[in-house]
C-alpha cells in the first residue's frame, strides 16, 4: 500500500511543528511583558473556573459571579501578604538582640576562618560584601526580568485580576475560539485537547495548593518541636517558596536555620532545622505530591528541571514559577500533534516497564526488534 500523494512527509511535518515552537518561543520572549501577566492570569481563572460555577449553581449572573470570584482570591493573595509583613515587623521589633547574636556568630566564624586557613578578618569581611553584592545584583535582574519595574508591578495588580475577570467572563467566547482557529483538525479532537489542557493545569494547581497547606503543617510542626520561635511563619513561607519548584523548600529552611543559629544555644538546631525540611521535601517529592496530583501532570523529573531553568532564561522569576504548568500544557499539545508525539512521550513520566532490571529485553520484544535482528543475520548468512 502506497502512502497518498498528497500526504506530506514526516521529516517536514516534524520541521514545520519545530519552527513554529521557535517562533512562538521568540514570540513571548519579546511580548513577555504582556503575556506573563496573561499567563498568571490564566492559571488564576482555572483555579478560580470551580468557584465561578459553584456560584452561577445559584442563578447568578456570570459577571457577578466572576468579580466575585475574582475578590475571593484578591482577600486570599492579600491576607498571605499583610501575614508575612506582620510576622516580619514583630520579628523585626526584637531585632536589636537578634543583631547582636548574628555578630558574636559572624565574629566567632571570622576567627576560626583566620586560625585555620590564615585569612584576615578584613579580608573576610570584604569577601562576603562583594558575593552580596552580587547576589543583590542578581536578585535585582531577575525581579526586573519577572516585572519590569515598580511600575510594572503596580501594572500587574491591576491587570491580572482584570485579565482573569475576562476569561472567566466570556470563556465560552475564547473556547468557541479554537474551534474557528483549528477547522481542518476534527472538532471533537479540539475539544478533547481543551478539557485534557483544563485538566492537567487544574490538577497541577489545586494540587499544589494542597501540598503547600499539608507542607506548612509539616514544616511547623518539626519547628515546633525543635522549639524555634514564629514556627508557623517560617513553616508558612518555607511552602510558599514550593512556586519555585524542587528548590523553594531548600531556600525556605535557610531562614529559620539562621534564625535558630540567632536564638539557640546550641548549632545543632540549625542543623536539625535544615535536616528536617530536606526529610518534608523528601516526602513531598516522592509521597505527597504523587498521591495528590497523582498522573494527570506527568513530567519526568529531568525534563522538570530543564523546563525551569529554560523558564528562567525566557521570564526570569516569574519563568521559574510558570515553567511547570506550561510544560505540561506543552505535553498535551505535543500528545495530541502526531508529528510531535515523540516529543510529548520525552516529556511525561518513564513507564513501569522502563525502569525494571530487564528493561532492555522488554523494549526489545515490544518493538519487536528481536525479530528483526534474526532476520538481518539470516540474510546476512544466504549472501555468505
Avoid at 495588580?157 to 481542518?184: C, G, M, N, Q, T
Avoid at 531562614?255 to 513531598?284: C, H, M, N, R
Avoid at 498535551?332 to 502526531?338: C, H, Q, S
Amino acid at each position: 500500500m502506497t502512502d497518498s500523494p498528497n500526504k506530506k512527509p514526516y521529516s517536514y511535518e516534524l520541521a514545520s511543528s519545530l519552527l513554529a515552537l521557535i517562533l512562538i518561543i521568540a514570540i513571548l520572549f519579546f511580548l513577555q511583558s504582556v503575556l506573563v501577566p496573561l499567563m498568571f492570569a490564566i492559571l488564576i481563572a482555572i483555579s478560580l473556573y470551580p468557584v465561578t460555577q459553584f456560584l452561577e449553581r445559584f442563578n447568578m449572573h456570570r459577571a457577578l459571579s466572576a468579580i466575585l470570584s475574582v475578590i475571593l482570591a484578591i482577600l486570599i493573595i492579600a491576607a498571605l501578604i499583610w501575614f508575612i509583613i506582620h510576622q516580619v515587623l514583630v520579628i523585626g521589633h526584637n531585632g536589636t538582640d537578634l543583631q547582636d547574636k548574628f555578630l558574636t556568630i559572624f565574629n566567632a566564624i571570622q576567627r576560626w576562618v583566620t586560625i585555620k586557613f590564615g585569612v584576615e578578618p578584613g579580608e573576610v569581611t570584604a569577601k562576603i560584601k562583594e558575593l552580596s553584592n552580587k547576589a543583590l545584583a542578581n536578585a535585582g535582574s531577575y525581579l526586573s526580568a519577572a516585572f519590569g519595574s515598580v511600575g510594572g508591578i503596580l501594572a500587574g495588580v491591576v491587570i491580572v485580576p482584570l485579565f482573569s475577570f475576562f476569561l472567566l467572563y466570556y470563556r465560552d467566547f475564547f473556547r468557541e475560539f479554537f474551534f474557528h482557529a483549528f477547522k481542518s483538525t476534527p472538532q471533537d479532537k479540539v475539544h478533547e485537547t481543551l478539557n485534557r489542557i483544563y485538566s492537567v493545569v487544574q490538577s497541577y494547581l489545586l494540587g499544589l495548593i494542597t501540598v503547600m497547606a499539608i507542607v506548612a503543617v509539616l514544616n511547623t510542626v518539626g519547628l515546633l518541636v525543635m522549639g524555634i520561635p514564629y514556627a508557623w511563619f517560617f513553616g508558612t513561607l518555607a511552602s510558599l517558596l514550593m512556586l519555585l519548584p524542587y528548590i523553594g523548600i531548600g531556600i525556605g529552611s535557610l531562614l529559620p536555620a539562621l534564625f535558630a543559629l540567632a536564638t539557640k544555644d546550641s548549632y545543632w538546631y540549625a542543623i536539625g532545622v535544615i535536616g528536617w525540611f530536606q526529610v518534608v521535601q523528601f516526602l513531598e517529592g516522592n509521597f505527597i505530591t504523587p498521591n495528590i496530583v497523582g498522573s494527570k501532570v506527568s513530567i519526568n523529573p529531568l525534563m522538570a528541571v530543564i523546563a525551569i531553568l529554560l523558564g528562567g532564561m525566557l521570564f526570569g522569576l516569574a519563568g521559574l514559577i510558570l515553567a511547570l504548568p506550561l510544560t505540561a500544557v506543552v505535553k498535551v499539545l505535543f500528545d495530541a500533534i502526531p508529528s510531535m508525539k515523540a516529543f510529548g512521550f520525552l516529556i511525561g513520566e518513564p513507564e513501569k516497564y522502563h525502569l525494571k532490571k530487564y528493561s532492555s529485553m522488554v523494549l526489545v520484544k515490544r518493538w519487536k526488534l528481536k525479530d528483526k535482528l534474526d532476520q538481518e543475520k539470516e540474510s546476512t548468512k544466504e549472501k555468505k
